[in-house]
T-cell receptor, first 115, second 110 residues
């Protein structure tokens, strides 16, 4: 398996623009997670899905953020409108289960820069 | 409020010596802890875990120690190798939830 795939790897956009980040989880994994990494706060869980259904979105910072998982092999994280403070690395991860006995496999991340 | 703290943003160690990465937590509900390692331009990868009912878990060169009374855990790497240079994230969890710390950047000098 190719692992978790994320695109784009880098995104530079202007404030106010819409940004869409994409993720393809590992086939057969029932859980998908979106994280954001910043220098100040480290890795923060934004939202996670189980069998394509959003389970916990309490980490989504604002209504400007939305995430979807239309099928088992694809998820998007959308920011509209984007702001400079959204600049961070966004990771997608997938797992065959939830909880500490199940390893989360991370993608390489998308580095977002909002100017 | 950060539930998981890694107060050392960076650490430098000589090759062959011991690396000790520290982590403190505030949430007494955590019943397991994880360490992930991250290389530049890559996603984090799982390294080692420990249940809250244990005080030590060892896997090769990596050992994690847990002191529940102090709400403190540490990751020991012995001996340290240049390939261990990475950012190390500590995470605490309970049930379906876990929380990562901000990470510590380890540099192992040849």
């Amino acid at each position: 398996d190719a692992g978790v795939i994320q695109s784009p790897r880098h995104e530079v956009t202007e404030m106010g623009q819409e940004v869409t980040l994409r993720c393809k989880p590992i086939s057969g994994h029932d859980y998908l997670f979106w994280y954001r990494q910043t220098m100040m706060r480290g890795l923060e869980l934004l939202i996670y899905f189980n069998n394509n259904v959003p389970i916990d979105d309490s980490g989504m910072p604002e209504d400007r953020f939305s995430a979807k998982m239309p099928n088992a092999s694809f998820s998007t994280l959308k920011i509209q409108p984007s702001e400079p403070r959204d600049s961070a690395v966004y990771f997608c991860a997938s797992s065959p289960g939830r909880g500490w006995t199940y390893e989360q496999y991370f993608g390489p991340g998308t580095r977002l820069t909002v100017t | 409020d950060q539930q998981v703290k890694q107060n050392s943003p960076s650490l430098s160690v000589q090759e062959g010596r011991i690396s000790i990465l520290n982590c403190d937590y505030t949430n007494s509900m955590f019943d397991y802890f994880l360490w992930y390692k991250k290389y530049p331009a890559e996603g984090p990868t799982f390294l080692i875990s420990i249940s809250s009912i244990k005080d030590k878990n060892e896997d090769g060169r990596f050992t994690v120690f847990l002191n529940k009374s102090a709400k403190h855990l540490s990751l020991h790497i012995v001996p340290s190798q240049p390939g261990d240079s990475a950012v190390y994230f500590c995470a605490g969890g309970y049930g379906q939830n876990f929380v990562f710390g901000p990470g510590t950047r380890l540099s192992v000098l040849p």
